[in-house]
């Protein structure tokens, strides 16, 4: 690859041929503006439509200025990052954008937290010197996703996300000029269009154009009802992310204080997801390990892969898309859903109040799981398994509300019983948790041998689409990996064409897993944040004593007591669910 040597700022660069002046200029430390470019560098996307003009430069020899963000570097180039002229370019193109800007920037969902704003005070904006007609849009608000067209500035982040990141293909610029608009087609609701809820698209917006549905005023309320006992279900990613809010460096874990914020939110019984995930780990495995010996023993009618489907931006996805596959994924409910149906069908017996009257609230690192909660074939008589879903930056605003000095607050411990996991429950919540967490039990059931080592290495990392083959004591296990809906679509087409090899294949629709999940703190596509984060659940998962699902002795109490066994009739009914073909359902097919 050729060598370009160019000036910035009156400094000597050398970079690769390809750069742009953008990535010319972070290299030597000069960090030029940007609004609509975003970069998710190991995921190798990148969106650069060169659409907002704010990070232009003043190229010596060039009669107007460039945009850095799509300008390559060329040899000699001399370049000025910061001149005035640059600078007073930079703030008509912010004044210009903001003439078209709702001012409740107050009251706007993503104050504080908005890249508009932000940049308006970098380069000092106290006015605004243009005035003109304003756009208006009607507001969306679907079960997870708020669309308030009023505050986009057509940065097109979003379509990136939507149909390059995720190939949904929901969200896309419609009309021109003035009226230009970032809609599904036909300017239909999120609700009657594909849309999966993942989220996507609200963790790169740059302004509060795309929000989640706030939910935290639900909870508040729930809090204070008469006769209403009030649980809560704890995401295993919400734990490595949250800390974020409150200023702590990304991984840092916050399970105690966590914890200890919740009580203090007046939640009666504090709980944690993860129990659900090693629950389904057993209902899971079992069905993996039924598929899987049938089709050794030569059962042509046994479809493999199996698919994972604890992420319900995921199952809806496949719903739209691939309907043709329904029968491939597990049937098993997410872990928010069986963690929803134990409380409302066990624990409340245990309780002795009637399921209307224990009020489950979730603290979810995703936005499809409020969605998800909305789901008919997971209510009984109108009353949902989860009543509210709430995200990891609601939590967080909950916390600001009551006033609690997160990071002074003492560790303090979950609840039993449905408050007690294992490591494998808390890697569910990145790229290539739940099949370590599947293999951690099929190996020992499956082999009847104790694992030699109960980390899988090879089953980690970032790569958007990863394979391994585990040896199950002589049977090589073929075990595919997928993260972000772009890449497993790759696998779906390969299964669909009848060339997968795989026996079993784990799918996240969020790129690096829930850690990445639509409702976490702001990350922007930021691979080394998903890192962190991922790596803090590896550390909770390495300090638990026990990192096997099926030796939970709290779930293996519960089949005991209650269900039977993993698969049969009750958990079956309770823990299970099934998928519809919703290709139809919509007008944009
Ligand atoms: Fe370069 Fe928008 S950031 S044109």
Redesign the pocket.
Known sequence: MNVIQLTIDGKKVVVSEGTTL?EAAKSIGVTIP????MKLDDLNFEN?????????VEVEGRRNLA????TPCADGMVVQTHNLRVIQARRTVLELILSNHPFDCLICAKSGKCDLQALAQQLGIRQIHYSGEKSHYKCDASPAILRDMDKCIL?RRCVTACNEVQTVGVLSPVYRGFHSVVAPAFEMDLDHSNCTYCGQCVAVCPTGALTEQDNTWMVLDALVAPGKTVVVQTAPAVRAALGEEFGLPPGTLVTGKMVAALRQLGFKYVFDTDFAADLTIMEEGTELLDRLKRHLEGDATVKLPILTSCCPGWVKFFEHQFPELIDIPSTAKSPQQMFGAVAKNYFAKQLGIDRKDLVVVSVMPCLAKKYECSRPEFSTDGDPDVNISISTRELAQLIRHANIDFNMLADEEFDHPLGESTGAGVIFGTTGGVIEAAVRTAYEVFTGQPLPRVDFDVLRGMEGIRCATIDFAGTPIHIGIAHGLGHARRLLEEIKAGVSSYHAIEIMACPGGCIGGGGQPYHHGNVEVLKKRAAALYREDANKCIRKSHENPYVMALYQQFLGKPCGELSHQLLHTHYFDRKGSSLVE
């Open positions: 953008l940007s609004l609509c470019y650069r439509p060169g659409s907002c003009r704010i990070c232009v945009p850095a963000c799509c940065c």
